[in-house]
């Protein structure tokens, strides 16, 4: 099994600040590598899939980057909507693993 | 509009079985481009991946579930389900079905998910 590793686990930023999150897979995951929010009370939302390709309707801000082992979330320019819980998640080897997640906290 | 809708009850009692259905609409399950698929999140906790189901019935499972988890398709109801045997309180959890789109690592509708608590 394929595990996740999101780094920090806990990130506290301000508003208009830029934010990077990490996710660290234990093997090649080659690009196949996509990012969630998830706010309280709610499904997670699509942000980036294939490591890089932004969901329709994801503001510019949001950008993924990485392949191989390691990737990276950046939110360019945080707005007070971006403060959430982040996952990344696999699909190159079964069974689908997500992160443990990065929470991303008002400063 | 694709909108995806679990269904089933709140509150199982240890060693029963947990049954849940997702219905969708705005779209066919049928299609080939596609899994459907059953995630779940206990409270305060992260996504585990449960499993999915392919239009023509295929499945892949968790291999930490397989022995216990069941997911069928009716494409007539445009629905799956999820059987989970043998619950604990371990499978307390908001149990989301989600939309697979197999070109991209993506699952890019969800539903609401729906609370199953597992108590006597």
């Known amino acids: 099994e394929i595990v996740l590793t999101q780094s920090p686990a806990t990130l506290s930023l301000s508003p208009g600040e830029r934010a990077t999150l990490s996710c660290r897979a234990s093997q090649s995951v080659s690009v196949y590598i996509a990012w969630y929010q998830q706010k309280p009370g709610q499904a997670p939302r699509l942000l980036i899939s294939d490591a890089s390709n932004r969901a329709t309707g994801i503001p510019a801000r949001f950008s993924g980057s990485g392949s191989g082992t390691d990737f990276t979330l950046t939110i360019s320019s945080l707005e007070p909507e971006d403060f959430a819980v982040y996952y990344c998640q696999q699909r190159s080897y079964w069974p689908i693993t997500f992160g443990e997640g990065t929470r991303l906290e008002i400063k | 509009q694709l909108r995806l809708q679990e269904s089933g009850p709140g509150l199982v009692k240890p060693s029963e079985t947990l049954s849940l259905t997702c219905t969708v609409s705005?779209?066919?399950?049928?299609?080939?481009?596609?899994?459907w698929g059953w995630i779940r999140q206990p409270p305060g906790k992260g996504l585990e991946w449960i499993g999915y189901i392919y239009y023509s019935g295929s499945t892949y499972y968790n291999p930490s579930l397989k022995s216990r988890v069941t997911i069928s398709i009716d494409t007539s109801k445009n629905q799956f389900s999820l059987k989970l045997s043998s619950v604990t309180a371990a499978d307390t959890a908001v149990y989301f079905c989600a939309r697979d789109l197999k070109q991209l690592v993506s699952l890019d509708y969800w539903g609401q998910g729906t609370l199953v608590t597992v108590s006597s």
């Open positions: 705005g779209g066919s399950i049928s299609s080939s481009d596609y899994f």
